[in-house]
């Protein structure tokens, strides 16, 4: 198995890896920070044993996916596993955020996203069954005010991910979307977990568990992986609720994490 991971030098993108690495697969391990891609791709042979190749690259810029591709071609790497990480957030109200920003999100959550599934896709050994993962997220579930954007960008994969699965599936393609709470991948994302208070700390998910469950439901045709039994519930929740209600709801919880997170910003700011 090869697995070409995106967002590698990320928090779950580094879960992902590792996790493939422990089960023997070699990586193509690609991030647009190229000392941290090479620091990882060291790591998962030194420790796993394993061939990774690492390929710095700006999903969002077509000449940069196309320039992945040929390395991959040079290389002889054909990946039969496809692991969609790399995605961005700007926490913030949508007014209060510069319009740029807000389309970045667009452009790598969904563009990006859509670019290299394709190319990856076209490119694929056509008697080899071929497994695609998603990163989506719980907020894919609901209309999330002051993370409109965000939110909606998820959802979107979440769609794409379901619709493209049944598409494929005659071609021995299986798509998961993982749609996890919050995850300790990085300062600032532990933060925004500290800020939602109780709601945060039973809704975030251990990386190491998330990446393996996720391995193990791809590889099992699973469709969709809501990792931890309190996300699950209120997916379900979620469900029976009308969505102005879930989003007046979701306003008030927000509203006050970015409050609390604003407090928290301007104590380390003051340390």
Request: proline content about 3%; aromatic content about 8%.
């Amino acid at each position: 198995m090869i697995a070409l991971i995106t967002g590698a030098a990320g928090g779950l993108g580094r879960a992902m890896a590792g996790e493939c690495a422990s089960r023997g697969y070699s990586l193509i391990l690609t991030d647009a920070r190229e000392a941290a891609l090479r620091s990882i791709k060291d790591g998962m042979e030194r420790q796993y044993g394993v061939r990774a190749y690492a390929f710095a690259c700006d999903l969002t810029n077509a000449e940069g996916v196309a320039a992945l591709m040929d390395y991959m071609d040079c290389e002889g790497l054909y990946p039969n596993m496809l692991l969609n990480v790399a995605g961005i957030d700007f926490e913030g109200p949508f007014l209060q955020k510069d319009c740029e920003e807000l389309l970045s999100i667009v452009r790598l959550n969904i563009e990006a996203t859509m670019r290299i599934t394709h190319r990856v896709l076209a490119r694929r050994q056509p008697t080899e069954r071929f497994y695609i993962v998603n990163v989506s997220s719980l907020a894919s579930l609901y209309p999330i005010p002051l993370k409109a954007t965000y939110a909606a960008s998820k959802r979107f994969l979440l769609d794409f991910s379901i619709a493209l699965g049944r598409e494929l599936k005659r071609e021995g393609v299986r798509v998961l979307a993982l749609c996890p709470g919050g995850l300790a991948t990085t300062r600032e994302a532990l933060r925004g977990i500290a800020a939602q208070g109780f709601w945060g700390n039973v809704t975030t998910n251990k990386l190491s568990v998330v990446a393996h469950r996720t391995i193990s439901r791809v590889l099992a045709g699973r469709h969709i992986y809501i990792p931890g039994a309190v996300n699950r519930v209120l997916s379900a929740l979620g469900r029976l609720v009308p969505a102005g209600i879930v989003a007046s709801l979701l306003y008030r919880r927000w509203d006050m994490a970015q409050a609390q997170w604003g407090k928290l910003e301007k104590k380390m700011g003051m340390e």
